[in-house]
């Protein structure tokens, strides 16, 4: 156990030394920790915007997916929904947000609709981001207790006090750079895992073949007519993930650190395809979790399915590739909880801190500001993440409010001439409505919408995320054209430093 600690301390090590060594190599100003002087190499921003979304969330909650018997292959859609929001995002909003030379994702909201209304907008993307930071946390604890065997709740208190202080170090140049660092482990060290964890099931066509034995349709990439209703359910994550994901501070950080429209948009596409190759290890490990002989190791199958991941590694491969692959788990994940969290912070200080608290802040006083918001938001994602302990359902949670509130509005913010602030009210008042109304089993939340199509167990098959989507944005559209004369809409402006 001593040797683990010791090599899974010079992974955090070596990952807290690079974002050291980048967040020192540009000048510190409020700008560059945004977003690194609009400068980011083609290359790198490849792999920041990967890793951006292949952190602990995406590898241990797709191999948790995979493995629940509830869920399986075809309920494990984030990898390739993530991938087409990343292509959507890269073809149809990158280059715009990009040309206008916008600092943050709110800042078309604060054009469009006023200081007031992006504040008000600031509330879902705040906890968009605290979700998807919870979500991170929780698979870094899962990880670091298998390895160290600590409970689950002081493994992420444990990894969030660490993260979140080499976070308080660096701006995006920091996290772009540990980035790299962080896909070179993934890919190493899932890798180097899956030979030796497929000797405990009689080899990749074993496992493929046993996997649909054991989980039938589930075992499918696509629904077909035999789901009856539940396709429309199936449909309705779907959308969630393709749309979802591209309404986030994190993304857009990237985009607009890029050099130009040019790179922004070929980094997104790019980064799509990177998305999709390194989800196939975590599939591979969910797989094999399902299909293994567990007793051959002198273990049980785990009976929580968001232990899958560090459980394959721990017990189905020699030591020194579980301490590797554990390890690159661990300081992958550690990697991508900066990228949330600066993100969020950056919209506190950019959109909340300086419109509505000190608008003549002192660079050095936002870098105060900006640290402070990241100890603090970075807390509040350590309570989400002990109470909530599965991450995929984090995955979606955080998803879900994204697309129903922020998606219709940054799309008619960018490309609606007539969309006003009376508009962006109604529509948020009338999703969020929506939303609610169908409830939320994760947060305790009861429904109190009839909706349509109740299953068996109560309850409802109806797509009502992508129906209050669906409605705000119409809201929003007609609300907005209604009233012009009490709210004239607003012009986007390009922003003086868009170079």
Known sequence: MSVQIIIIALFYLLIFGVGVWASKQEKSTDANLIHGGRQL???????????????????????????????????????????????????????????????????????????GMAGILFVPALIGEIFWTAAILTALGTTFGTVLNFDLSTSIIVSAAFAIGYTMLGG?????????????????????????????TGGISE??????????????????????????????YAFLLMLGGIPWQ?????????????????????????????????IAIG?????????????????????????????????WVATLGLGAVAAAVMSSVDSSILSVSSMYVWNI???????????AQQQRVLRIAILCL??????????VQSVYALWYLCADLVYVV??????????????????????????????????????????????????????????FRSFAMIVSFITIWAVSRLTQKASPARELQICEDRA
């Open 41 to 115: 190499p083609l290359v790198v921003g490849f792999f920041t915007m990967t890793a951006t979304w292949v952190g602990g969330g995406y590898i241990n909650g797709t191999a948790e997916a995979v493995y629940d018997s509830a869920r399986g292959l075809l309920w494990t859609q984030a990898p390739w929904g993530y991938a087409i929001s990343l292509v959507i995002g890269g073809l149809c909003y990158a280059r715009i947000m990009r040309r206008y030379g916008f600092t943050t994702m709110l800042d078309p909201f604060t054009q469009r609709y006023g200081k």
């Open 172 to 200: 995006l140049l920091a996290v772009a750079y540990t980035d790299v660092i962080q896909l070179i482990f993934i890919l190493l060290g899932l890798c180097l895992a899956i030979p030796f964890a497929l000797n405990y």
């Open 207 to 236: 496992v493929v073949s046993q996997y649909r034995l054991q989980f039938g349709p589930l075992a499918q990439l696509w629904p077909t007519s035999a789901m009856g209703l539940g396709i429309w359910q199936w449909l309705d």
């Open 250 to 282: 994190v993304y857009f950080q990237r985009v607009l650190a890029s050099k130009d429209e040019k790179s922004a948009m070929q980094m997104s596409l790019v980064a799509a395809l990177g998305c999709l190759l390194l989800a196939l290890p975590a």
């Open 287 to 319: 797989a094999i979790g399902a299909t293994a002989d567990w007793s051959a190791a002198g273990v049980a199958a785990p009976q929580d399915a968001a232990q899958i991941l560090p459980y394959v590694l721990q017990h189905l491969t020699p030591p």
């Open 353 to 363: 801190y300086l419109p509505f608290v000190k608008p003549d802040a002192s660079n």
């Open 378 to 387: 970075g807390a509040l994602a350590t309570v989400f993440a002990l109470k």
């Open 406 to 463: 922020l998606f219709p509005q940054l799309t008619l913010a960018l490309f609606s001439k007539s969309a006003n602030t009376i508009g962006a009210a109604a529509g948020l008042t009338v999703g969020l409505l929506l939303r609610l109304g169908g409830g939320e089993p994760l947060l305790g939340l009861p429904a109190w919408i009839a909706y349509p199509m109740q299953s068996e167990d109560g309850s409802s098959l109806f797509p």
